[in-house]
């Protein structure tokens, strides 16, 4: 899944959390609010931020995802100028997967009072770490992350969101106590055609020829959802990464159903994505996904 610029929306002093961050903070506000479209630096706002200092934590390094990992606790020194109390919606965006990201993460307190936040999510950061990307410098520019976050729900240019494909589920089950990895061969044009697979975890692809694979070691449903011109595909078993040792001992059947892209594309979203399962993020946040 995509890295994205994701902005967390609350009213605090200090908050601590654990991944990747760009440090910086601002008050801010929704455009027409009630009527939220976009949001938008506050600047006719009197309160100002001071200074921040921020404390890494690498002390509970569990070395996931193939980097280092810690907490960092961020308190945010405010000048408020006026003889009133203000009320200010604050902005702190950061860079995470959202597949990775839980409420335990995320921590805001103000007077040791913990304060109810609410997660959006910006651009994603197509060259963040990708070997498939342009080698170039990522902006992390407070006022551009923060404009590119909206609550208008996206406008799609490769399909319509009412628009019907065909689902194959493929139910998989090893016949003895050998696991097996099972691909499945298919071509396709992608000028016609769009793919989403669930449950595999090795993909390879040239021209218009693919290879998919996943271990089975119990009975697994494997899904690919097809949209556009229909595809045809050769399913085998193996015993070993390489694909080379094949095996018979593994059963399969293959079921079809019709079913709209937006339903399915927001069910396949809700099921990989701890931040969704855990409500930090709201409908239309998870569709512009």
Same mark, same amino acid.
């Given at each position: ?164 494909? @065909?689902? #194959? =589920?493929?139910?998989?089950?090893? !016949?003895?106590?050998?696991? &097996? $990895?099972?691909?499945?061969? %298919? /071509? ?73 892209? @937006?339903? #399915? =594309?927001?069910?396949?979203?809700? !099921?990989?994505?701890?931040? &969704? $399962?855990?409500?930090?993020? %709201? /409908? ?6």
């Amino acid at each position: 899944m995509k890295k994205l610029i994701t902005s967390i929306l609350f009213l605090a002093v200090m908050f601590s959390f654990s991944p990747i961050v760009v440090a910086n903070s601002g008050p801010t506000y929704w455009q027409g609010y009630p009527a939220s479209e976009i949001m938008a630096i506050s600047k006719n706002s009197p309160i100002t931020v001071k200074n921040e200092d921020l404390i890494f934590d690498f002390s509970e390094d569990e070395e996931s995802d193939y980097t280092t990992r810690g907490r960092v606790t961020a308190t945010y020194k405010m000048a408020n100028p006026t003889n009133e109390t203000l009320l200010v919606q604050m902005a702190f965006p950061f860079v995470e997967k959202l597949n990775g990201l839980t409420r335990e993460d995320v921590v805001i307190t103000a007077d040791d009072n913990v304060l109810p936040y609410e997660v959006y999510i910006g651009d994603a950061v197509e060259s963040y770490g990708s070997p498939w990307q342009e080698d170039k410098e990522t902006s992390f520019d407070f006022d551009s992350i923060v404009h590119s976050i909206t609550q208008e729900e996206y406008e799609t240019k490769s399909f319509a969101e009412n628009e019907k494909g @065909k689902l #194959y =589920l493929i139910n998989v089950k090893p !016949t003895t106590e050998q696991r &097996i $990895n099972l691909a499945v061969d %298919f /071509d396709f044009n992608s000028e016609k055609t769009k793919v989403i697979t669930n449950g595999f975890n090795r993909y390879e692809r040239g021209h218009e020829k693919t290879k998919i694979a996943a271990w089975c070691d119990e009975p697994e449903v494997l899904e690919i959802f097809v949209l556009g011109t229909d595809i045809d595909f050769k399913i085998n078993g193996f015993t070993d990464g390489n694909l080379s040792e094949e095996t018979k001992f593994f059963t399969y059947q293959i079921s079809t159903q019709e079913v709209e892209m @937006k339903p #399915y =594309l927001l069910e396949y979203i809700t !099921t990989n994505t701890n931040a &969704i $399962n855990e409500n930090l993020v %709201f /409908d239309t946040q998870q569709y512009n996904l």
